[in-house]
């Protein structure tokens, strides 16, 4: 970035931005399931800002994304600590391009994105945790989890059909099967944690009444028509079952270590804001810094800049008769 655009947010720099990303993100971030209630979320709530305000959200966005940037280089300098954001929505809440927009000034050498769709067979024949261990960000790299383990608490949960194909032992499959696996949830995280993995997850909450026009605007324009699938519309008639395992599962898995960040997802631009924020936070409380160089190591680096320089040679003079 040129020196004159970074001159150019005066409110937005350094600790002023963090201290603002910080309030906004506060809001929507659960910690502590037992208070949580999903109805407490409205989908429409942008903190009072207005359209008229979506301008300068936007720029604000942008300074936001700067800020990441420079957070993910230091992380990916410092190789110890790795950060994982976990991606949970209905279709259509705007997932993919939250992504896209949050992610779009990061380093794509530190920044690992997997999607997780149905289980392979492989996948089946393991514990549902397994293809998503192996996902997991190397140290200094952001990984970004669109779905997730979470799955095997949400579709999983609403058709009991799919928990029938897990060839899981029947005496393992009973009425309590939700509440351990929010609780083994949970322990994965705090490990994740203690390993030094930060872990963040979103649900985009996104209204019933928007998903529905979203999902026309897919099928009446042809370059959305492929965003479209005829089972999206059928899962629609799920929603409330989707809502309370929504809201059981954030209940059962919000931890301080690993929060739940609900975002209201009916206006694309302020769940953009919220995102980059939160990411913002989880990366300004790991206290990152740029490795310091070491007496060893700047003796080295003397040394390999005089080997660039090349050995000055002896000034020519004119040979002493002897
Ligand atoms: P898009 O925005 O492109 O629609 P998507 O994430 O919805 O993105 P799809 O290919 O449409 O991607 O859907 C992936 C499907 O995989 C979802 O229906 C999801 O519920 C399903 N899925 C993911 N994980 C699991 C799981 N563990 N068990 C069963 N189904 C799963
Ligand atoms: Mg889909």
Known sequence: MAASEKEARPAWKGKELLKRARALCESFRVTDGDRFRLRDIDPR????????????????????????????????AQDRWSVLLVFQAMDAAGKDGAIKHVMSGVNPQGCQVYSFKAPTS????????????????????????????????????????????????????????????????????????????????????????????????????????????????????????????????????????????VVPADNKWFTRLVIAAAVIDALASLGLEYPVVDEARKKGLEAARKLLLGTPKPKRGKAKKK
């Open 122 to 261: 492989e996948d089946l024949d393991h514990d549902y945790l397994w293809r998503c261990a192996r996902a997991m960000p190397e140290r200094g790299r952001i990984g970004i989890f669109n779905r997730s383990y979470y799955e095997e608490t949400l579709v999983v949960r609403v058709h009991p059909e799919l928990l029938t194909k897990q060839k899981l032992p029947p005496e393992l499959v009973n009425d309590k099967i939700w509440k351990h696996r929010y609780d083994d949830i949970h322990n994965f995280e705090r490990y994740l944690g203690r390993n030094g993995t930060k872990v963040i997850k979103f649900f985009l909450h996104v209204s019933k009444k928007e998903q529905k026009r979203r999902f026309l605007e897919r099928l009446e324009n042809p370059e959305k028509n492929w965003k479209f699938s005829p089972t999206d519309a059928q899962e629609r008639g799920h929603w409330d079952e989707y809502m309370e395992a929504y809201e059981d599962m954030i209940r059962g898995t919000a931890s301080e270590g690993a929060p739940w960040y």
């Open 45 to 76: 709530d942008t903190l009072k800002l207005k359209s008229a305000d979506k301008p300068r959200a936007k720029e604000a966005l942008t300074w936001g994304i700067d800020a990441l940037a420079e957070y993910q280089d230091m992380l990916y």
